[in-house]
């Protein structure tokens, strides 16, 4: 056994030193203000930002929440005050705490990506960019960047080159092959890959004999998709052993953060579990750190992609 204090909780993510391989997930707690109260942001690995976009949105119409079993739909639409409130309000705050933000961009087109980066060239503790080039909860179905490999290429290519920090493509599990749109957004100059986000669902009320949603289909999060998470990053860790993963999908405990780190992701985003647990964030990392000790594992970098390595399929 190693000891808590012998675990080196250190991870790199696409050339990014973080102190710990823990980080929040986009969209389930703005820009991190509202977790201040129960846990220090600075701690964790980053804080990836909710989705930004050029111009204030209002998103979809309610209701566009619902609890569905061992997850939750999601349809808000990608509502927020737009780039300059985050510029003014957001990033300074994470800055002022000494916190690393991963802001997580989108866009309704590859120029709005590039406007988008073009903003945040300078912005203070900016580390990463997560180009969310697969959001389902869109009006047009369209704007899913991620589900063609050429658009998605296309995205992170001008946002890379617009950019004066490393990128992170958010990949869609919606898709027949995940590997070539990974490989096909590496080839565009990605640094890393961010993955899962959610899965296209909905829900129907018995009662009412409706569609829950208002707009009828959700994003499909917590712990009913993490078996496709681990999966997709398995099998792109697989093909693409040097890419970087920040790995997501329904991360509720230290033993769960592992899996992913084990299928090939160098770190994690913890986002449903806060709905009900705010310092989930903080909680894995510490789950995580004493399950490294208990097996006797020195420390994050040693177990990134190990089910690969010892033959286990």
Same mark, same amino acid.
């Given at each position: 056994?190693?000891?808590?204090?012998?675990?080196?909780?250190?991870?790199?993510?696409?050339?990014?030193?973080?102190?710990?391989?823990?980080?929040?997930?986009?969209?389930?707690? !703005? +820009?991190?203000?509202?977790? =201040?109260?129960?846990?220090?942001? &600075?701690? $964790?690995?980053?804080? @990836? #930002?909710?989705? %930004?976009?050029?111009?204030?949105?209002?998103?979809?119409?309610?209701?566009?929440?619902?609890?569905?079993?061992?997850?939750?739909?999601?349809?808000?639409?990608?509502?927020?005050?737009?780039?300059?409130?985050?510029?003014?309000?957001?990033?300074?705050?994470?800055?002022?705490?000494?916190?690393?933000?991963?802001?997580?961009?989108?866009?309704?087109?590859?120029?709005?990506?590039?406007?988008?980066?073009?903003?945040?060239?300078?912005?203070?503790?900016?580390?990463?960019?997560?180009?969310?080039?697969?959001?389902?909860?869109?009006?047009?179905?369209?704007?899913?960047?991620?589900?063609?490999?050429?658009?998605?290429?296309?995205?992170? !290519? +001008?946002?890379?080159?617009? =950019?004066?920090?490393?990128?992170? &493509?958010? $990949?869609?599990?919606? @898709? #027949?092959?995940? %590997?070539?749109?990974?490989?096909?957004?590496?080839?565009?100059?990605?640094?890393?890959?961010?993955?899962?986000?959610?899965?296209?669902?909905?829900?129907?009320?018995?009662?009412?004999?409706?569609?829950?949603?208002?707009?009828?289909?959700?994003?499909?999060?917590?712990?009913?998709?993490?078996?496709?998470?681990?999966?997709?990053?398995?099998?792109?860790?697989?093909?693409?052993?040097?890419?970087?993963?920040?790995?997501?999908?329904?991360?509720?405990?230290?033993?769960?953060?592992?899996?992913?780190?084990?299928?090939?992701?160098?770190?994690?985003?913890?986002?449903?579990?806060?709905?009900?647990?705010?310092?989930?964030?903080?909680?894995? +990392?510490?789950?995580?750190?004493?399950?490294?000790?208990?097996?006797?594992?020195?420390?994050?970098?040693?177990?990134?992609?190990?089910?690969?390595?010892?033959?286990?399929?």
């Amino acid at each position: 056994m190693t000891s808590l204090a012998q675990v080196g909780m250190g991870t790199t993510l696409a050339g990014v030193a973080l102190p710990s391989p823990v980080l929040t997930a986009s969209g389930c707690s !703005a +820009a991190g203000r509202e977790l =201040a109260p129960y846990l220090d942001v &600075a701690e $964790l690995g980053a804080v @990836v #930002t909710k989705s %930004v976009m050029l111009r204030p949105r209002s998103g979809r119409a309610t209701p566009r929440m619902a609890e569905t079993p061992s997850g939750m739909l999601n349809s808000i639409g990608l509502q927020g005050p737009g780039i300059e409130a985050f510029l003014e309000h957001d990033l300074p705050w994470l800055a002022a705490r000494a916190a690393r933000a991963v802001v997580s961009i989108a866009g309704g087109s590859v120029e709005e990506f590039v406007q988008l980066a073009g903003r945040l060239v300078g912005a203070p503790g900016v580390a990463l960019l997560e180009v969310n080039i697969s959001c389902p909860n869109v009006a047009s179905r369209g704007q899913v960047f991620a589900c063609d490999p050429r658009a998605a290429a296309d995205v992170i !290519a +001008a946002v890379k080159d617009a =950019a004066d920090v490393p990128v992170l &493509a958010k $990949l869609s599990p919606d @898709v #027949t092959d995940i %590997v070539t749109i990974a490989a096909a957004c590496v080839q565009a100059g990605a640094d890393g890959l961010s993955m899962i986000n959610t899965l296209l669902g909905m829900a129907i009320d018995t009662d009412t004999l409706r569609p829950i949603l208002a707009g009828i289909t959700g994003g499909l999060s917590g712990p009913a998709i993490r078996p496709v998470a681990v999966r997709c990053v398995w099998q792109v860790h697989a093909a693409l052993p040097e890419v970087p993963i920040l790995g997501m999908g329904g991360i509720m405990t230290g033993l769960d953060a592992l899996q992913f780190l084990l299928a090939g992701a160098s770190a994690v985003s913890v986002g449903t579990a806060v709905f009900h647990d705010p310092s989930a964030p903080a909680r894995v +990392a510490r789950e995580l750190r004493d399950a490294l000790a208990d097996r006797g594992i020195p420390g994050v970098a040693d177990v990134v992609g190990l089910a690969h390595r010892d033959g286990r399929r």
